[in-house]
Every structure is written in structure tokens, then in C-alpha cells.
């Protein structure tokens, strides 16, 4: 659980993921997982394991696993330096408003973080109007306070400074809440099913992707340069098992274990590989279930459509409270995710 506090703590959000990727780098580097690891162009890490059968021999032609878990997270980019020294800011990454009033956030500058408080402009509640009451405020009325002088936030902040939501990691229940479980469990998910895989037949290629949140981006070059034969995205997905949602909308349930993406609306995964991992999972009783997201996408979709096309499938933890700074997900979810990720690639 320390790697995944440490992941879910590290603000990067899309086309600023050089922390997490410092972070990802040096863990997979300490434990000697891969044979070669390096940034692309756009700055997803790839790291690459040539196979290890058995009993030793060469593989001829192994066919080539790409794993992709985005390492960005949502997040702002500032837009504007106002002249009381306020901050507006431009989202990288679909927010719902709702969740935005009276947070802390981090801006990350130059020359180290600062701390500050997110809200909409207007009226607090005991002096708004009705009507001011009732509107639900878009991403342009809100506004970080950093608490400084305006000559001081302009000598500190700069235009593109990242700015995240901040959310402490917690244990509640039988689950882990914390902001970024989406999608810091996938990238935790690679990194143990990777310690744990000792023996494979196939080549396996490893991104830890950029800028997914803002459309699948890294992964679509990740995936051009790799050209895999099998492609797994290793990510998170909704569970709206949870008051005042219909029980077919609920997606996932948690502590059914790691679901396979059957399809959400950026790709439909291929059955013969959904079957096979149902299988693996049977055979060694592991937990895992399907689901299907009506709304939202991920990697494995550029993974799929590149080159001439790659049988893909989709590894999504459940998680309840998705992009807000407190996801939830059942320790069994996460228990099961990289042990099934790594049972399934021995088999490869
Ligand atoms: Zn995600």
C-alpha cells in the first residue's frame, strides 16, 4: 500500500507527468523488472522485458504484450493571473463542478508547491439571492486563492503552472480512498504484476502513458512505436453500487474482484482474450468480473485501432467516486488486479 500512497500523492496531470514518471522510473529501475526502459517523444515510459520461458531456451518470433496504465491524473493548467493575484484555471481532464467547490489545491511552480483553495466566484450562501442559490457553476467561475499578494503570485506562478486537487490517502473500511486511484491503481497494478511474473513466452512492452485524460494521447504514439500484438489497458472504471443510482446502472461491484472491460464507448475488447483471462482466473480462483461502460474511454481504444489493428482487452479496478478526491476501491479489487494481470501473462 506505501507505492500506491506514494503514486496517488504525486501530482501530475496531463502534459506535466514528469514526477510520476520519476517516481514510476526509479521504483521499476531499483527492482531490476526489465531489460530496457526509456521516455518516448511525448514522455510515456516504456519499459521492455524480453521473454523468460521456463526453461530457459529462446522463444522464436514472441509475440509482443504492450501493457498501458496513464500516469496523468485531471487536473488545471493556470489560464490567468488576475490583478488581485487570483488564479483562473484552464482543466485538463473532465471535471463535474460539483465537486469543486471549497478545495484545497497544490500549484506546482517553478520553484516548489503552493498551497491554496479552489471556489466559485459569488456571494457565500447567507447573502446570495435564490436564483444565485440554484446555479450550478461552470470551470470558468472558479478561482484558487493562494493567500499572497498579487506582486508575490506573479513573481512565483507563471502561465501552464499544474494545478491539482489535493486529497489525502486513507484505509476506510475494506477500502483505500484517495484522490487519483484513477488511475494511480493501474500504474501500481503493472508495476506488481511485473515483480511478481517470473516465467513468459511473449516480449512484454510496459507504458506507463502520458495525457490520457485529454483524449488517449500517449498511448496512440506508445502504441505506433511498440506495434504489439496484444494490447491491455490497465486502468479504472465506475462503481455506482451507491444510493440514488439504479442498480443496471451500476457498472461494477465492489468486491467482485478486477473487471474486464466487455466494452465502454471507445472499444469493444476482444472476447477470445476475455474468455482466456476468465479462465486463468478461474483455474486459480481469482476474482474478476465483466462490465460495461456506457460513457468514457482508455487506452486500450488507440491501442486497438493502431497500425493494422491489435487484439485488445481492458483490466478496470472498480471505483466508487470516480474524479473526485475521494475514490474508493475494495481491497479485494485491488488484491485481485495484478494477481490475475500476472497469472494471465504466464500463459502468454
Ligand atoms: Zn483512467
Avoid at 522485458?49 to 491524473?73: C, F, I, Y
Avoid at 439571492?129 to 512565483?156: A, C, H, M, Q, Y
Avoid at 472476447?271 to 474478476?288: H, N, R, S, T
Wanted: net charge negative; aromatic share 6%.
Amino acid at each position: 500500500m506505501d507505492l500506491l500512497e506514494t503514486l496517488t500523492q504525486t501530482p501530475s496531470v496531463p502534459g506535466r507527468e514528469g514526477r510520476i514518471r520519476k517516481v514510476v522510473e526509479a521504483h521499476i529501475r531499483a527492482a531490476e523488472l526489465f531489460d530496457e526502459i526509456h521516455t518516448d517523444a511525448m514522455g510515456s515510459l516504456i519499459a521492455y522485458r524480453r521473454a523468460r520461458p521456463e526453461n530457459g531456451a529462446e522463444v522464436t518470433s514472441p509475440r509482443k504484450v504492450m501493457l498501458a496504465a496513464h500516469m496523468d491524473q485531471i487536473g488545471f493548467l493556470v489560464r490567468h493571473i488576475d490583478e488581485k493575484g487570483f488564479l483562473r484555471v484552464n482543466p485538463v481532464g473532465g471535471f463535474d463542478t460539483r465537486n469543486l467547490f471549497a478545495r484545497g489545491v497544490r500549484v506546482c511552480t517553478r520553484d516548489g508547491d503552493l498551497s491554496g483553495v479552489m471556489n466559485p466566484g459569488g456571494r457565500p450562501i447567507h447573502i446570495a439571492t435564490d436564483d444565485e442559490k440554484k446555479k450550478v457553476p461552470i470551470i470558468g467561475d472558479f478561482f484558487v486563492d493562494l493567500g499572497l499578494e498579487s506582486d508575490d503570485v506573479n513573481g512565483r506562478v507563471q502561465i501552464g503552472d499544474m494545478v491539482v486537487l489535493d486529497g489525502p490517502f486513507r484505509e476506510v473500511g475494506d477500502y483505500v480512498v484517495s484522490q487519483c486511484l484513477d488511475n494511480r491503481v493501474g500504474c501500481w497494478a503493472q508495476i506488481r504484476a511485473m515483480e511478481n511474473l517470473k516465467h513468459h513466452s511473449c516480449d512484454i512492452y510496459a507504458a506507463w502513458t502520458v495525457q490520457e485524460e485529454v483524449g488517449l494521447r500517449g498511448a496512440m504514439a506508445a502504441a505506433f512505436g511498440i506495434a504489439p500484438d496484444i494490447g491491455v489497458a490497465c486502468d479504472t472504471t465506475l462503481c455506482c453500487r451507491t444510493p440514488g443510482v439504479p442498480e443496471e446502472d451500476r457498472v461494477s461491484v465492489p468486491g467482485d474482484g478486477v473487471s474486464l472491460h466487455v466494452m465502454d464507448s471507445s472499444m469493444i475488447s476482444d472476447m477470445g482474450l476475455i474468455e482466456d483471462i476468465e479462465a486463468v482466473a478461474a483455474g486459480q480462483g481469482i476474482k474478476c468480473q465483466r462490465a460495461i461502460l456506457p460513457r468514457g474511454g482508455q487506452d486500450g481504444a488507440v491501442i486497438q485501432r493502431s497500425r493494422s489493428g491489435v487484439r485488445t482487452v481492458s483490466f478496470a479496478c472498480p471505483v466508487k467516486y470516480i474524479h473526485t478526491v475521494t475514490e474508493m476501491s475494495h481491497k479485494t479489487d485491488l488484491a485481485s488486479y495484478p494477481r490475475l494481470l500476472t497469472a494471465w501473462l504466464e500463459t502468454l
